[in-house]
């Protein structure tokens, strides 16, 4: 099979006959079982379920006028192994969960079958998805296939080496720090954080700070996905405004002259790599070359103790609703967050969600009256090599987290924000690491993103940038 760039084009092909849904399937699955053994993608795979799925597909296609068929009929999707498959366990990247099979997919993978996906498997994390690399004791260390010996970045690592190695069209992934946007960064991908809101899950916590989304090779997969992902929920507590028209229709339109501030300094004073700002550099000169007014300077960040205490405390939460979770199996990093969790009151915690909300408001406020649009390093650094995060947790487990700071330094404000944020594949460093560059937009206008980068795919393409040991 000829190497498809997009998983709009997987979706094309198969429309058009030109190739069946288990051809696409049966490539993908050996190109992990070429690639899998270096990279470490996957925390499952059921390659008889996928089968069957394709199987299914393929007989739709045969009987279906195309212009019915799902957007995504036949396209293989792996699924971050925090969200409930049926019939797969969910590990959560941890010793300390249960092997117990789901009873029912979450609702993101019920859109996803309902658009056509097939479910090929689920990729790692680290355990709760909690720091920035993805090593847990589970699973081991997932690589990056520009260079193993570097880090995928987190928590949806498994999800992006999968797609930057070619072993799957798309990838499921999620983000309450960071977690779609850094691998995406480290891998040479798309990676969308969307709206506070905009996709809902079975069961939503109250801060709404994380969400899922995909990792993909462009903003046209990014944007298709995304409608599908959006669906409207009635049973959601809250619900993001609707977007004016499907997000894919944004993908080639006219963003208009905006006003752009481009920054490299970050809410919480983190060092920056030169590698990073250079790419930063880079988009904004690009930018003003597409007619953008670009401004080289700091927004009014929040101040970095009053970010840092609040978004600490809600992290700690995070083991929050895990099934059958044993204590005394958990990585010592996480223990440390659930004793920090189990040790905070109510009132603690409606303090730190307070904090944070006056914090966004500080930062939010400047959208559409300074400035129209955010530009930023996606991370701080380089990806970091394989295992630098366990650096001094011996003594004292809770620094993974701070370990992972520096990558998430740019990411996890807007989170607390709940705006729309977009990594772009602009960069590859001297050392041959991608280097993204993250868009920040209003909150709820993910189609301002959609627009603005698709002129920056279109001025300079990225798709067709495969490492190495894949080519």
């Given at each position: 099979m000829t190497r498809f760039d997009s998983a709009l084009q997987v979706a094309a092909a198969i429309r058009s006959k030109q190739i069946s849904p288990v051809e696409v399937l049966e490539h993908y699955l050996a190109q992990a079982d070429t690639f899998d053994p270096t990279l470490n993608a996957f925390a499952l795979r059921d390659d008889e379920s996928a089968l069957a799925q394709a199987e299914d597909a393929a007989e739709k296609v045969a009987r279906t006028r195309t212009?019915?068929?799902?957007?995504?009929?036949?396209?293989?999707?792996?699924?971050?192994?925090l969200n409930d498959v049926q019939g797969w366990p969910t590990s959560y990247g941890?010793?300390?969960v249960p092997d117990t099979p789901a009873e029912a997919d979450c609702l993101q993978v019920e859109r996803f079958r309902a658009a056509g996906f097939v479910?090929?498997?689920k990729t790692t994390t680290p355990e709760f998805g909690t720091i920035s690399m993805t090593e847990s004791q589970?699973?081991?260390a997932t690589r990056n296939p520009w260079n193993p010996a570097h880090t995928s970045g987190g928590s949806s690592g498994g999800a992006a080496a999968a797609v930057a190695a070619g072993m799957a069209p798309i990838a499921h992934a999620s983000d309450g720090g960071g977690s779609i946007r850094i691998p995406a960064s480290c891998n040479g991908l798309v990676g969308l954080k969307p709206s506070r809101n905009r996709i809902t899950g079975s069961a939503e916590k109250m801060t709404a700070a994380s969400t899922s989304g995909v990792v993909s090779r462009t903003v046209a997969d990014t944007a298709a996905a995304l409608d599908v992902l959006a669906a409207h929920d009635a049973g959601a507590w809250n619900l993001a405004p609707p977007p004016a028209r499907p997000f894919a229709q944004e993908v080639g339109a006219d963003p208009g002259k905006l006003r752009i501030r481009v920054a490299v300094s970050n809410p919480l004073g983190v060092p920056v790599d030169p590698a990073c700002a250079e790419a930063t550099s880079h988009v904004a000169d690009l930018l003003a070359d597409l007619g953008h007014h670009v401004t080289e300077s700091s927004p009014e960040w929040p101040q970095a103790s009053m970010f840092a205490e609040g978004f600490l405390t809600v992290w700690a939460t995070i083991t929050?609703?895990?099934?059958?979770?044993?204590?005394?199996?958990?990585?010592?990093?996480n223990l440390a967050n659930l004793n920090k969790a189990l040790n905070t009151s109510s009132i603690a915690f409606t303090e730190a969600t307070l904090m944070l909300q006056a914090a966004s408001r500080i930062l939010t406020a400047q959208f559409g009256r300074d400035f129209d649009l955010l530009v930023t390093p996606t991370m701080a650094v380089e990806p970091p090599l394989v295992g630098s995060i366990w650096e001094g947790t011996e003594a004292d487990p809770?620094?993974?987290?701070?370990?992972?700071?520096?990558?998430?330094a740019f990411t996890?404000?807007?989170?607390?924000?709940?705006?729309?944020?977009?990594?772009?594949?602009?960069?590859?460093?001297?050392?041959?690491l991608p280097v993204g560059v993250q868009f920040i937009a209003p909150p709820w206008d993910e189609a301002m993103l959609i627009r603005v980068g698709s002129q920056i795919e279109a001025a300079q393409p990225w798709s067709?940038?495969?490492?190495?040991?894949?080519?």
């Open positions: 212009e019915d068929l799902p957007a995504f009929i036949g396209v293989p999707i792996p699924i971050k192994d941890s010793l300390g479910i090929m498997g589970r699973f081991g929050a609703g895990i099934p059958g979770l044993d204590p005394e199996r958990i990585e010592p990093h809770s620094l993974a987290l701070f370990n992972a700071m520096p990558m998430a996890a404000m807007f989170n607390v924000t709940g705006q729309p944020a977009l990594s772009l594949p602009v960069h590859n460093s001297d050392s041959g067709d940038r495969w490492p190495a040991m894949v080519l």
